[in-house]
């Protein structure tokens, strides 16, 4: 068992790895912005709605086409199309994946098989956690996350 000594070493290592911060504390990942070519927009967005279960809600009324899509009350993806001109996020970026805390493992792997989604399942080592893996039509990887 750890004495006093231990924590106060334990304490003073961590502080300094993580130093007090004087700035604004992030507070939680907000939103991803997926922006996409006109003629993948509604390929992307019924993949968002009817694959991942994500639905439609209130957008402000920007100067661009695009759609927030939420989980419960939080708008966690804007979806939008790139302006004239602009080119995709650049290939072999370094954001693997997007990650969903969901919940129905198996009624979403039969609405998976059932769309004929391609997905990777795998169980996460000691917390026997499940993981859904596919891609959404805009090559972007998409995680599902459910509880054991």
Known sequence: MAGPRDVCAFKRYNQSLHPPRTAMPVLALDHVNIRVAPELLETVLSFYLNVVGLREGFRPPFGSTGHWLYAGAHAVIHLSVLRPNESPPRPGGTVDHIAFHCRDLEATC??????????????????????????????NGVELNFDA
């Open 110 to 139: 039969a609405r998976l098989h059932a769309l004929g989604q391609p997905y990777r399942r795998t169980e996460v080592p000691h917390t026997r956690q499940h993981q859904l893996f596919l891609r959404d039509p805009a090559g």
